[in-house]
């Protein structure tokens, strides 16, 4: 299991699960396209501030790009994911 020292590998990943563009999240790491899908491909070239604003373009935690997104439901829904700051109970 990727413990949180561990390059953050789901990026691509939760991006793609939480149905966000590289156009959009390429703006929030403020880099262009290209770049962003270079560093998307070798994660260990985001810095802390960019994937801070990644987690928040994404509305997931940043501590959650160290793990995979949760199942799709049957018939291609993803998961629902409580809102950021809300309590379970």
């Known amino acids: 299991m ?8 789901g990026i ?3 991006r793609e699960f939480m149905g966000v563009k ?9 880099m262009d396209m290209d770049q ?6 070798y994660p260990i070239n985001f810095n802390l501030q960019q994937v801070v604003s990644l987690a928040d ?3 997931v935690r940043g501590d959650q790009f160290w ?6 439901k049957e018939g291609g829904e993803r998961a629902r994911l409580p809102a ?6």
Do not use: L
């Not at 990727?2 to 590998?9: K, V, W």
């Not at 793990?67 to 799709?72: A, G, S, T």
């Open 57 to 59: 373009a994404f509305g």
């Open 36 to 41: 962003y899908q270079a560093f998307e491909t």
């Open 67 to 72: 793990f995979p997104p949760p199942k799709r």
């Open 2 to 9: 990727a413990g949180m020292g561990d390059i953050p590998s």
């Open 84 to 89: 950021k700051g809300r309590s379970r109970a």
């Open 12 to 14: 691509r990943a939760w």
């Open 22 to 30: 590289v156009e959009t999240a390429a703006r929030a790491a403020g």
